[in-house]
């Protein structure tokens, strides 16, 4: 073999990703099974070493395993990038349906029974299966938007090995959707709006709702309005005793920066990484508007790789639960 042949094939193997097991994985509970999908290196060093694995939890709505939203044309595919970039780099993944989503439709509660525990349950469900399995090293819960704040209080329930936020935001959800209907309603509708909201936040449904506001505070909704409302993110990040990360992108028009840094005063032994012209759903996009609606639902736009790269370097960093 030629100098010039044994130095390319040196450098394919040195680049060279290790190959990835993907399979379906599910989780049973009293409604039904969730179902979702793991992705499993195959280690460098021999099958008998346990490596690290991420559980990855989605955002709010119909958001599915993989990051996509019904409510959306197209797919941006963003948390099956993220699995995907962390599998080449070594480390395992389940992401999953929410319950009520995707595949896990069957699973889900009627509205009016569901409330924001039972996430939180499934996930630390998923976690507990992880830490069982044999094959893994350690268990870094990963949510991004709605799901940091899930992600936050099943990895207390658990004592998971580290947690990431992604896009995460601080302040309790009611504050956040009065904010974001502030600009929208009209001020007599948005005076409504603010009563049934303060209402909420004291754990009482509210039985008059006007029809402009009946998509957001249907009777139906409410009880899981306020099982959600308990929880304010920066308070809840307090009482994590496991390593923390917490990322934020400057282009997100959903969350901004100012949240992820309103989290890291609430956590100052977490890591705050803030990634540059990132947007919602982890793509390199700029502010505006049309660009970014388009990033929405555009699967061949990669996740940006300091996202990946800062995720890879805090998982391996986390204690690991068990030894070889």
Do not use: C
């Amino acid at each position: 073999m030629s100098i010039v042949s044994l130095s390319v094939t040196l450098s394919l193997l040195l680049n060279a990703k290790p190959p990835t097991q993907s399979g379906a994985v599910f989780l049973t509970t009293s409604t039904g099974k969730i179902h979702g999908t793991q992705l499993v290196p195959k280690s460098l060093s021999g099958a008998n070493r346990p490596q690290p694995v991420v559980l990855i939890l989605a955002g709010s709505g119909p958001t599915d395993r993989n990051g996509n939203s019904t409510l959306l044309p197209g797919a941006n595919n963003s948390l099956k990038m993220l699995a995907e970039g962390l599998a080449d780099r070594g480390i395992a993944s389940v992401r999953y349906d929410k319950r009520g989503v995707g595949a896990s439709i069957s699973a889900g509660s009627q509205e009016a029974d569901l409330r924001f525990e039972n996430y939180v349950d499934d996930a630390a469900a998923w976690i507990r299966q992880l830490q069982a399995d044999r094959r893994f090293s350690s268990v870094t819960v990963i949510g991004h938007s709605e799901g940091s704040l899930i992600g936050m209080l099943a990895a207390k329930k658990t004592r998971a090995n580290g947690f990431v936020s992604i896009a995460g935001p601080a302040r309790n959800a009611a504050d956040l959707l009065g904010d974001q209907l502030r600009p929208q309603l009209p001020k007599d509708l948005f005076s409504e709006s603010e009563k049934i909201l303060n209402s909420l936040r004291r754990g009482q449904t509210v039985a008059t709702i006007p029809n402009q506001l009946q998509i957001l505070y249907r009777p139906t909704v409410q009880p899981y309005l306020i099982s959600w409302f308990r929880y304010t993110p920066s308070q809840e990040i307090k009482g994590l005793t496991m390593p923390v990360l917490i990322t934020q992108g400057t282009t997100d028009i959903q969350v901004p920066v100012a949240e992820a840094k309103a989290l890291k005063l609430a956590k100052p032994q977490g890591e705050l990484v803030i990634v540059e012209g990132m947007n919602h759903v982890l793509k390199a996009v700029p502010l505006d508007p049309a660009q970014q609606t388009a990033a929405y639902s555009d699967p061949n736009l990669p996740v940006v790789p300091k996202l990946v790269e800062s995720i890879n370097k805090f998982v391996y960093g986390v204690k690991n639960s068990r030894s070889n």
